[in-house]
């Protein structure tokens, strides 16, 4: 960066924040719900749509889709990622017109809230601390970390004050700092404001580092993107000499003759353009978008406090559903500045995704040369990228677990994989420990690698602001969500009579806890024991969304489910959802048992499986001991709840385009 970027960064970033700050602390003329509790926990209900529309946007996509949508991206998922996106344009709407309503007229503060009137105060009490530990040790620590994986990777080699920005712990705890700083100062009222600035910011930044990287696809040496293409591409060298910045990426990526045939889980198997992935994809089989996909999506932008907290301060109803409606039409748009740049990535810059990896493994592979006791898993691209390092992994791994190794050097990556897979196995019978997974590319660093290649002196400020801000604003809205949960649902259990003053303290008090928790986490989320950061994400919020998202739909749809339903369901699906994970998942795929071809069962229909598990017991629960009266929930007068009529009208528009774009992707 140069100086005048590094300026304007600084002038920027601070500015935001303190206009954020001024906007949070600023009393409006709405009255006594302006203040106090509800103006630092819901913006005094004063939210109008377009504020809530680019405040979900902002507090969704951070660092947690730059970084981690688009690593997967740059990885064998490809296009198919964007179902998390484009997916979640029709349960936006959904939210706007079933969950919302509820939630609005009983005039809550937090989630678990409603289960209080539904089903009673214990319910209420187990999920808000289950969506305490997953929210501050996962989605929180997460955003940290790789909000400092842009710093690390973007500014490797500065020093600043005697501090090394390459470090991800130096970076975790500008990020943690800075989110802490404005909300608590600003509360809700004061991210929702950045929000509105880091949102439209993030979505030009987002379309600039896109439009750089097909100029640099368009340029490149062919004989270093035909490297990249997938297996099942066709594309020569001279196809791509003559080719434009589409057709080449098109030709690189697009495959798909043969997909159900190739390796899933590596990525140059199969074609990375295609929405519809085969059935033993270990990630996003196609099975998953029939439920399984639906039901972590559905529970994110629905019944997620960090989210949902902007909807629940709307000004109305009606505010709130064209917001939400707003906020479905933008996530159309996302997958075209995240996981399309994330392809080019790997096209572009394999070698420096390949260098990342190699700072990674290099703590390893010290272990594996100190004839450690352990044995070390790998991925077959690192035996097609380091297979000297493989080999002596396999030799490591043999000495450790007494079982001879055939020589196999000259052998293709997918047979030293598949070899030293059998030693993993027979290790894991001998209760041998198990050390870090070696990966041939560090697809985390793809966005970071984007844009410190592509971006020059003059523009790299904005870009990077956006991120930076985005990051923060997201970290922010988790804290004050987090904060809210614990004083509402949780201190004033116990201390009833809090005054408006000594609740805003207390949420405070909990900021600055969360953030200290999470900092001291985020640095390890590097291990590659975790996978990619966007999947770490979603697959430890299944411990809780499955039974979350099944407890509130018997809470909305059926009012004489026992009130005992409530953290029955909850409860029932954390150990459920651990099983399946753990021992369950595993035996069926060593066995044959599940998909042809699958190892395990994927994440995404592990949430589906447990989702319909719990709605079983709902069902019989409600049939062998339904409440004689049903349950009467609060309507508040605090705000308008008369439905928008052109909220509808393009929530339907929303609808048809997602379809067009699966067309499209097929």
């Known amino acids: 960066m140069s100086t005048l970027d590094v300026v304007l960064f600084l002038v920027v970033v601070v500015g935001v924040i303190a206009f954020g700050i001024w906007q949070g602390r600023k009393e409006s003329s ?22 809530v529309g680019f405040s979900l946007i902002a507090a969704n996509i951070s660092t947690e889709q730059f970084v981690g949508m688009s690593g997967q991206a740059a990885d064998w998922l490809g296009m198919a990622v964007s179902s998390w996106e484009w997916l979640s344009a029709i349960a936006l709407v959904l939210v706007a017109f079933v969950f919302l309503p509820k939630l609005l007229r009983c005039g809550i503060y937090t989630i678990p809230e409603f289960l209080e009137y539904r089903y009673g105060v214990f319910s209420r009490i187990v999920m808000a601390v289950a969506t305490l530990i997953i929210l501050v040790g996962v989605p929180t620590a997460s955003v940290i970390y790789s909000g400092a994986k842009v710093i690390s990777v973007f500014f490797q080699g500065r020093m600043v004050m005697g501090a090394d920005l390459g470090d991800i712990t130096i970076g975790c705890w500008i990020i943690g700092i800075s989110a802490a700083i404005y909300v608590l100062v600003g509360g809700l009222k004061a991210c929702a404001w950045t929000d509105l600035i880091w949102g439209a910011g993030l979505i030009v930044g987002g379309a600039v580092v896109m439009w750089l990287a097909f100029g640099a696809l368009k340029v490149a040496d062919p004989n270093e993107l035909i490297l990249t293409k997938v297996a099942n591409s066709s594309a020569t060298t001279e196809n791509l000499q003559n080719a434009g910045a589409w057709e080449r990426f098109t030709l690189l990526n697009a495959g798909k003759d043969g997909e159900a045939a190739a390796l899933p889980g590596e990525n140059l198997a199969g074609g990375k353009l295609h929405m519809i992935r085969p059935i033993q994809d270990p990630e996003l089989p196609w099975t998953v978008l029939l439920l399984g996909i639906w039901v972590p999506i559905c529970f994110y932008w629905g019944l997620n406090q960090y989210i949902v907290q902007r909807t629940l301060g709307s000004k109305s109803l009606a505010e709130g559903q064209k917001g939400i409606v707003f906020a479905a039409m933008l996530k159309l748009v996302i997958p075209f500045l995240i996981v399309i740049p994330g392809i080019i990535c790997f096209n572009l810059y394999h070698k420096d995704l390949r260098f990342e990896a190699s700072k990674k493994n290099a703590a390893t592979m010290a272990e594996v040369s100190a004839n450690t006791n352990k044995v070390y898993p790998f991925t077959e691209n690192f035996a097609l990228t380091s297979p000297d390092q493989a080999l002596a992994v396999l030799v490591h791994n043999s000495r450790v677990t007494g079982v001879a190794h055939e020589a196999i050097q000259g052998v293709s990556p997918k047979e030293m994989a598949a070899a030293n897979g059998e030693l993993l196995k027979n290790a894991a019978g001998k209760k041998i420990e198990a050390g870090t997974k070696l990966i041939g590319y560090d697809y985390d660093a793809a966005f970071p690698t984007l844009m410190r290649n592509l971006l020059r002196p003059g523009l790299t400020w904005f870009v990077l ?202």
């Open 30 to 51: 709405d009255g006594a719900e302006s203040g106090g509790a509800a103006g630092y926990f819901l913006a005094g209900r004063g939210l109008t749509w377009w504020l």
């Open 465 to 666: 602001a956006a991120i930076f801000g985005a990051v923060v604003s997201s970290l922010a809205s988790m804290l004050n969500s987090a904060a809210t949960i614990a004083t509402m649902d949780l201190v004033h259990q116990v201390k009833k009579d809090m005054s408006e003053k000594s609740t805003v303290r207390a949420g405070q008090f909990f900021t600055l806890l969360f953030v200290l928790i999470s900092c001291l986490i985020a640095p390890g989320l590097g291990d590659p024991k975790f996978g990619t950061i966007f999947k770490f994400i979603q697959e430890f919020q299944g411990f809780i969304s499955p039974g979350v998202l099944a407890v509130f739909l018997f809470g909305f749809l059926s009012p004489r489910t026992p009130r005992y339903f409530g953290w029955v369901g909850i409860l029932v699906n954390a150990g459920l959802y651990a099983s399946i994970k753990y021992w369950i998942g595993p035996a069926l795929g060593s066995r044959g048992l599940w998909f042809p071809g699958a190892t395990d069962i994927s994440y995404v229909d592990r949430m589906g499986l447990c989702f319909l598990i719990v709605v079983a017991i709902g069902f019989i629960v409600t049939l062998a001991n339904p409440l004689k009266e049903p349950v009467k929930l609060p309507v508040t007068d605090l705000i308008n709840l008369e439905s928008s009529k052109s909220a509808k009208v393009w929530g339907g528009i929303a609808i048809v385009l997602t379809i067009v774009l699966y067309i499209v992707f097929a």
